[in-house]
């Protein structure tokens, strides 16, 4: 069998169902999945934080820090916003500009379909050899027993990364575009928790579902939010913020309570609490289980009238630059994204086709340009797909 269209998109992800819904009619999207948009099925908590009111090239990681500035500012998060409005999908905000469905995640990918039409969508599909023929892209489709020869004269990779294996993510667009001639960045898990090895990982294990505010920092970045101790290491929002910041042998350093001037704290209680434990009081500001662990780990003792400024200075500074180094993350098992990809360098900021293959395209996670946690990927998803569905269109 044989099949020619314009336009043969790989991936029925957030990125390639939204090309399709720009890149014309004569469009077909494959997956190998059973259903389309399965890791917007499950982001969110089942909800889909689909964007965040503060998404800017600011909030994205890449070896070319201004590439996606052009994508993300001709389609942004107040464009999404409108399309799902119209819709009617009922919205709320969280914290930090983070936008969730009220009701299901399912509601994005109807919308998408339906944005998508009259486009075809074959699932279940396997993609086999692809190749160039000088004017047109040929690819092998096998679908429920039979192989179709492709022919198309756009192909859009949108096949994600490598993140979350157990979804089928094998990163495939890698070797697709290398054959091609395209460069490859170094990739590693992103937004990941981050694991600990021997007496360290024992140690957190005793905290495992203690949460605490906290400010995480590691090569001259920081983010303050939610810090949770898991019987592996560390995650939470700050953590899963810093992993795409952090490599093999960092440290990282905790300042616990950002939100308090804990010796300013600690000396106004002492004038009020003073024969009280110090770790009573410490109780009170931090979780009990943390600071039973901080006391044995720092031998602090006493009541609060005993310490001296000197002392409550010193406590404070371990609060604030508790130094820990991880072993290494939990992988891409549980990683939300994939840092780096097929390198900018070789694609348009403007439509992301390839400057080495006319009619090759790369968007979404695919692309060495990689958000913070909080709605960034999925904009970056909505904004590249666009760029180059609508430059397909406009061809």
Not at 219 to 232: K, P, Y
């Amino acid at each position: 069998m044989s099949k020619s269209v314009n336009t043969l998109i790989l991936g029925a992800g957030a990125a390639g169902l939204m090309c399709a819904a720009h890149a014309g009619p004569d469009t077909l999207v494959v997956d190998h999945a059973k259903a389309p948009g399965e890791k917007i099925r499950i982001s969110g908590g089942g909800r889909c934080n689909f964007t965040n009111l503060y998404a800017g090239p600011e909030n994205f990681l890449s070896e070319n820090k201004h590439f996606a500035k052009s994508a993300l500012s001709r389609y942004t998060q107040w464009d999404f916003i409108d399309l799902v409005d119209r819709h009617k999908i009922a919205w709320n905000e969280k914290t930090l500009g983070q936008l969730f469905c009220d009701n299901s995640a399912k509601d994005i990918i109807a919308m998408l379909l339906a944005e998508m039409q009259p486009a075809e969508l074959w699932l279940q599909t396997e993609i086999g050899e692809i190749s160039h023929d000088g004017s047109h892209f040929r690819v092998t489709l096998t679908r429920e027993g039979r192989t179709t020869l492709a022919t198309a004269r756009n192909l859009v990779v949108a096949t994600g990364g490598k993140s979350i294996p157990k979804m089928g993510a094998t990163g495939l667009a890698y070797r697709l575009v290398a054959q091609f001639g395209h460069r490859l960045t170094d990739t590693r898990p992103a937004l990941v928790p981050l694991t600990f090895d021997g007496e360290a990982k024992a140690q957190f294990a005793a905290l495992s579902g203690t949460s605490v505010p906290a400010r995480v920092a590691c090569n001259g970045t920081s983010f303050d939010e939610g810090m949770l101790f898991t019987h592996r290491g560390l995650s939470g929002p700050s953590i899963l913020q810093i992993s795409s910041y952090w490599q093999a042998g960092d440290s990282l350093s905790l300042h616990l309570r950002p939100d308090l001037d804990l010796y300013d704290t600690l000396r106004s209680r002492r004038s009020t609490s003073g024969a009280k434990a110090l770790t009573t009081v410490l109780a009170e500001l931090l979780p009990k289980a943390l600071v039973q662990h901080l006391a044995f780990d720092t031998g602090f003792t006493g009541n609060l009238a005993d310490q001296s400024d000197t002392a409550l200075q010193a406590l404070a500074q371990r609060l604030t630059d508790w130094r820990v180094t991880p072993t290494s993350s939990e992988g891409y098992r549980t990683a939300e994204v994939t840092l780096g990809g097929i390198a900018t360098d070789g694609l348009s900021s403007k439509s992301m086709e390839s400057t080495h293959l006319p009619g090759l395209y790369a968007i979404g996670e695919a692309v060495d340009v990689t958000g913070w946690l909080g709605g960034y990927n999925f904009q970056w998803a909505w904004s590249s797909a666009v760029a180059a569905g609508r430059a397909i269109a406009s061809a």
